[in-house]
């Protein structure tokens, strides 16, 4: 089930991230130096969002796996 949601999850951000915000930005936008500097933001903001609430996990994989309750 697990698979099924991240694989749904990635198709559904390409094909929203590649096709259809572009096509829905276009129409409203004026200039490339708009089109492209709004893409830009949001890739910048989309990039920190990680970085500033994502949790690092290296090392601690030992800790994440002794919580998680045993399955039959």
Known sequence: MRGRGHLFGESFGRIFAGVLAPFLMEPHVA???VFFGTILAVVTVGAF???LFGRETVGQLELVTETAP???
Request: cysteine-free.
């Open 70 to 72: 045993e399955l039959a």
């Open 31 to 33: 200039a490339p130096t």
């Open 49 to 51: 969002v990680p970085l």
